[in-house]
């Protein structure tokens, strides 16, 4: 065990940027410390409570046999990854799992799962398509490694790959076969229910693109369902004024949202007969997929 508990210490007192005679402190000598992260002395209850204040662990981590060992780390670094996941801080959370070790458990699983589908969804955003897709795939892994039930979100992210499959045929799942993504219905965040309703008009039903917009009326999704409706209604030129101000917003920047607008805007210029726009919003279109793609 005094091996253990000597690699423990000296890992906890690197980690914090602490040399021997900072955590010696006056209580035990530095070359006492010294013996006891080398293993060929062992601290005494008091020096081992000590030393455990000192580098802000329970004294059983520092006391723990092996297999004990993933427990006591877990419960020192559990508030820290929660509160970053609860802040949406998902790749601060995830490089807190990292530092856990290989060990995890199924609570630790669906956070990294979580974690990964937040990555996901902030890479689509920012026009990562590549990225997102990846980031998708490891959340799929994860969610294999854990008893709970995730069905919710693994259907997520399907709809999230057939969601990618409409930009390029090359955004594949290395995980999810094409028919549990072909067959795949959620809910439960903006991304899958626009993509769910988008899908929806597609095949003349309005109702959940209605229903999108009634519960999320000020979003850039939101004013896309608008124009969708109208163009789906024949009305090509309110369509294309609704385009037209939605392209103007600030918020609206690099990314799928604007990929769909400049094709939907090359749909009702022709429809429009204005055959010089229609062409300029296919080849911004073109270009802005080239970029999409990209490996970054």
């Not at 439960?188 to 769910?196: F, K, R, S």
């Not at 607008?261 to 204005?274: H, S």
Request: net charge negative.
């Amino acid at each position: 065990m005094g091996l253990h508990i000597g690699e423990r210490v000296k890992a906890l007192r690197l980690s914090k940027w602490m040399t021997q005679a900072d955590l010696a402190g006056g209580h035990i000598t530095r070359n006492m410390l010294s013996s006891i992260e080398h293993g060929t002395a062992l601290p005494s209850l008091p020096t081992a409570v000590y030393l455990a204040q000192r580098l802000n662990v329970p004294v059983g981590y520092l006391l723990a046999e092996p297999s004990e060992e993933f427990f006591y780390r877990k419960m020192a670094n559990i508030a820290n990854i929660r509160k970053a996941f609860t802040s949406k801080d998902y790749i601060g959370c995830l490089s807190l799992l990292t530092a856990m070790g290989d060990e995890q458990d199924d609570e630790l699983w669906l956070l990294r799962a979580e974690c990964e589908y937040g990555v996901g969804q902030n890479a689509l955003e920012g026009g990562h398509l590549r990225h997102a897709a990846a980031a998708w795939d490891r959340a799929l892994n994860a969610l294999e490694k854990t008893v709970y039930r995730t069905a919710w979100l693994r259907e997520r992210i399907a709809v999230c790959f057939r969601y990618l499959a409409d930009v390029s045929a090359t955004l594949v799942s290395d995980v999810l076969d094409a028919e549990e993504i072909e067959g795949a219905r959620a809910l439960g965040d903006p991304l899958v229910e626009y993509a769910m309703a988008v899908e929806a008009i597609e095949a003349d039903h309005t109702y959940a693109a209605e229903e999108f917009i009634r519960r999320h009326p000020d979003t850039l999704y939101a004013d896309r369902l608008r124009a969708l409706l109208l163009m789906g209604q024949n009305d090509y030129m309110e369509a294309q004024r609704a385009l037209e101000q939605l392209l103007n917003k600030d918020e609206l920047t690099f990314g799928v949202l604007l990929y769909e607008v400049f094709g939907d805007l090359e749909i009702c210029y022709r429809k429009n007969d204005d055959y010089k726009r229609a062409y300029e919003f296919s080849g911004s279109r073109l270009g802005l997929l080239e970029r999409l793609l990209e490996e970054v």
